[in-house]
């Protein structure tokens, strides 16, 4: 009795699903790929959100186009070109690598190595600054004494 | 003295990007299209569903392309930019009724006046998503060879009009 109780309230979230997207296809493959290559497109409406998990109806639009362009048998690069024809590299959340990308995609390494290059100065200009300190040998007998005391007491 | 100037340089360095950053419009995504032939399609018109549109009856003419809907606000304040470009007679513009009702849309150029020469409409919305549209109103700005030249994202002002609309228009007419 339990076990199917159990088992009633683990279909619970799939019929309160069930009810409320109106625009599931019939193949849940479909659109198990459909939702994977929306995630990493952008919404142009809510530009912030991706086209799987937008509400605009650009977005849902769209997504009704990639599902018809997945069900007439395009590839998932296919489609992504198709989309970017249309609206730019802007759709993408990854930006390709592309001449004007590139202070993007390696900027933060130049700016890393940069930093580094300016550590790596900084310390040796210490180092040649920072000298021994010389002690006298009445200072290192002094020095001898207080140590001895501390390790008496 | 010279252990405050790093910080300083890199304080207005920042500062100058984030004024600049102040005035870019996250919005206006450059369009690929440009410099593309503008999509093919068929639709119905607006007036008279019996009769179709295609850009391919536009060959040999400049004219614009505005995306419009009865539903869009932005639409309202480009409105009478578009009725008094309309009445100079400089470049025929055609509309395109963007996911809406046909009565809807007819209702709403009875009311504002018809600048376009015909509307298309796209109920549905696909031929939208051929032209890149994300947002209305749009307006594109397609040469004689059916090339798309210029888009304007958001509604044409006077200034957009001045400056690159018809500047541009004079140009390819010229050709």
């Given at each position: 009795?339990k076990?199917?109780?159990?088992?009633?309230?683990c279909l619970?979230?799939?019929?309160?699903?069930?009810?409320?997207?109106k625009?599931?296809?019939?193949?849940?493959?479909?659109?198990?790929?459909?939702?994977?290559?929306?995630?990493?497109l952008?919404c142009?409406?809510?530009?912030?959100?991706?086209?799987?998990?937008?509400?605009?109806?650009?977005?849902?639009?769209?997504?009704r186009?990639?599902r018809?362009?997945?069900?007439?048998?395009?590839?998932?690069?296919?489609?992504?070109?198709?989309?970017?024809?249309?609206?730019?590299?802007?759709?993408?959340?990854?930006?390709?690598?592309?001449?004007?990308?590139?202070?993007?995609?390696?900027?933060?390494?130049?700016?890393?190595?940069?930093?580094?290059?300016?550590?790596?100065?900084?310390?040796?200009?210490?180092?040649?600054?920072?000298?021994e300190?010389?002690?006298?040998?009445?200072?290192?007998?002094?020095?001898?004494?207080?140590?001895?005391?501390?390790?008496?007491? | 003295?010279?252990?405050?100037?790093?910080?300083?340089?890199?304080?207005?360095?920042?500062?100058?990007?984030l004024?600049?950053g102040?005035?870019?419009?996250?919005?206006e995504?450059?369009?690929?299209?440009?410099?593309?032939?503008?999509?093919?399609?068929?639709?119905?018109?607006?007036?008279?569903?019996?009769k179709?549109?295609?850009?391919?009856?536009?060959?040999?003419?400049?004219?614009?392309?505005?995306?419009w809907?009865?539903?869009?606000?932005?639409?309202?304040?480009?409105?009478?930019?578009?009725?008094?470009?309309?009445?100079?007679?400089?470049?025929?513009?055609?509309?395109?009724?963007?996911?809406?009702?046909?009565?809807?849309?007819?209702?709403?150029?009875?009311?504002?006046?018809?600048?376009?020469?015909?509307?298309?409409?796209?109920?549905?919305?696909?031929?939208?998503?051929?032209?890149?549209v994300?947002?209305?109103?749009?307006t594109?700005?397609?040469?004689?060879?059916?090339?798309?030249?210029?888009?304007?994202?958001?509604p044409?002002?006077?200034?957009?009009?001045?400056?690159k609309?018809l500047?541009?228009?004079?140009?390819?007419?010229?050709?």
């Amino acid at each position: 009795m339990k076990n199917l109780l159990i088992l009633l309230f683990c279909l619970l979230p799939s019929f309160a699903f069930a009810g409320e997207a109106k625009d599931m296809a019939d193949d849940p493959v479909l659109e198990k790929r459909m939702i994977g290559l929306a995630e990493n497109l952008r919404c142009l409406v809510c530009q912030n959100e991706s086209l799987a998990s937008s509400h605009s109806e650009l977005a849902e639009d769209l997504r009704r186009e990639v599902r018809e362009q997945m069900q007439k048998g395009l590839t998932d690069q296919e489609i992504i070109d198709y989309l970017v024809s249309r609206y730019g590299d802007f759709v993408l959340f990854d930006p390709p690598v592309k001449s004007y990308t590139l202070l993007l995609w390696y900027g933060p390494f130049a700016l890393l190595l940069a930093a580094l290059a300016g550590l790596i100065v900084q310390l040796r200009k210490r180092k040649s600054k920072v000298t021994e300190a010389q002690l006298s040998d009445e200072d290192a007998k002094r020095a001898a004494d207080l140590l001895n005391q501390s390790k008496d007491s | 003295m010279m252990r405050f100037i790093w910080p300083f340089v890199i304080f207005v360095t920042l500062a100058g990007f984030l004024y600049v950053g102040l005035h870019l419009n996250p919005h206006e995504v450059p369009s690929p299209l440009i410099g593309k032939p503008a999509p093919a399609f068929s639709l119905a018109q607006l007036h008279d569903p019996t009769k179709q549109f295609s850009p391919q009856d536009m060959k040999g003419q400049v004219w614009l392309l505005n995306v419009w809907a009865s539903w869009c606000v932005s639409c309202k304040i480009e409105h009478p930019i578009l009725l008094a470009l309309s009445r100079k007679n400089i470049v025929p513009i055609y509309g395109l009724d963007y996911k809406d009702k046909r009565e809807a849309g007819m209702a709403w150029l009875q009311e504002g006046g018809d600048p376009y020469v015909l509307s298309a409409s796209d109920m549905e919305g696909r031929i939208g998503i051929d032209y890149g549209v994300y947002g209305v109103p749009e307006t594109y700005v397609i040469d004689k060879q059916g090339v798309i030249r210029y888009k304007q994202i958001g509604p044409v002002t006077p200034e957009s009009l001045r400056e690159k609309i018809l500047p541009l228009v004079a140009e390819l007419q010229a050709k």
